[in-house]
């Protein structure tokens, strides 16, 4: 294949097809293609300095050209011409001038149209890489559908449709079973470059994955409406969250649990039964650590703004519920209000 005039427009319609296609710019190419060019004329012309390479951009011609000091007399041929010879050329040109002559050698279109093979392969890698790399990284700290492939010791590989992504073992819940094929979302903590590609890390375990999937189940939430303030997770076992409304018509808590519990038990679904606690924020400590403290029943908190710290006491019938199984949901709570609670009952408090 030589760059001619077929050729060469052969080379222009593939880019212009390549650049459609696949989002790859021609024009980045080409001047890759005109770098290699470069480099392959030190082969021909001992040096490259002076040389300039050339491709139509319209006909894919390649010209090379040599940039030649006009002077009286030629000392080095190859970076000289004389004023006479250039003259010849072109009669405007003067002592001192930079001219451009053509010194396209005989066998380069074939030497071209190699280069362009390697140059076009080897950008469209980079190119898709770059694309590849750049969409996953507007994913980053976002969910994703994720078809399951395979178990690689203790870690799952992940098939995310134009790559795949790893699972690893400190990102699984404890507990979750996945088959081949199956689909399932996850939220993407980390999106790497490298030379194979982007390298993903993904999460099951990740509060952030459930946060994601309320903004993408209630549409108070989409809108700005009803807001996420805090969220506390147990992955594969249990979730608080925190939820707050601008609009005094609009409940958060029942916006997100949705009519006949539709939205939160899609959720829910997704997370293999994860149980998930929805409350209410408030700006008031004592509140929203007596919120935070649902489904338990609360007598009175009281709270050390300075000291992050707060003591509440609750019913006698209430404490187990309050602390939760093996301290579940007093730990649970402490992580979504920010506060230290110190849990009583009355009767220990009272004496009664």
């Known amino acids: 294949m030589e760059v001619n005039k077929d050729s060469g427009r052969e080379l222009i319609e593939a880019l212009n097809q390549l650049e459609k296609e696949k989002d790859i710019n021609k024009e980045v190419i080409l001047e890759a293609l005109e770098n290699s060019l470069l480099a392959a004329c030190k082969n021909n012309f001992g040096r490259s300095d002076n040389i300039r390479v050339n491709i139509d951009r319209i006909t894919g011609q390649v010209n090379v050209y040599a940039m030649k000091e006009v002077v009286e007399e030629v000392t ?18 003067e002592l001192g001038d930079i001219m451009a002559i053509e010194v396209t050698p005989k066998n380069f279109g074939r030497i071209a149209a190699q280069k362009a093979k390697q140059v076009v392969v080897q950008k469209i890698r980079e190119e898709e890489r770059k694309v590849l790399y750049q969409y996953f990284l507007s994913k980053e700290k976002d969910i994703i559908t994720g078809v399951v492939q395979r178990y690689v010791g203790n870690n799952i590989a992940i098939n995310l449709g134009k790559a795949d992504a790893l699972l690893t073992e400190n990102e699984q819940v404890k507990g979750e079973v996945f088959r081949p094929t199956e689909r399932i979302k996850l939220y993407i903590l980390e999106v790497k470059d490298t030379t194979k590609g982007p390298r993903i890390t993904v999460s099951r375990s990740h509060p ?23 969220i506390a997770r147990e992955a594969g076992s249990r979730t608080k969250i925190a939820v707050w409304s601008n609009d005094p018509d609009v409940d958060a808590v029942g916006a997100c649990v949705g009519l006949n519990g539709a939205r939160v038990n899609a959720i829910v679904h997704e997370l293999r039964n994860e149980k998930i606690d929805i409350v209410n924020w408030s700006s008031d400590p004592a509140q929203f650590i007596e919120n935070a403290l649902s489904p338990a029943k609360v007598v009175s908190v009281t709270v050390d703004e300075d000291e992050k710290t707060a003591r509440v006491i609750v019913p006698d019938y209430q404490l ?7 301290g579940q949901n007093a730990r649970l709570a402490a992580k979504l209000t920010g506060y230290k609670i110190d849990i009583k009952s009355e009767s220990q408090v009272y004496g009664y």
């Open 76 to 93: 080095e041929p190859a970076l000289q011409i004389s004023l006479a010879e250039a003259k010849a050329k072109d009669p405007i040109k």
């Open 208 to 230: 952030e994955l459930v946060k994601r999937l309320f903004e993408a189940e209630v549409a108070e939430i989409q809108d700005g409406t009803v807001e996420i303030k805090s």
């Open 320 to 326: 187990s519920l309050a602390i939760g199984k093996e």
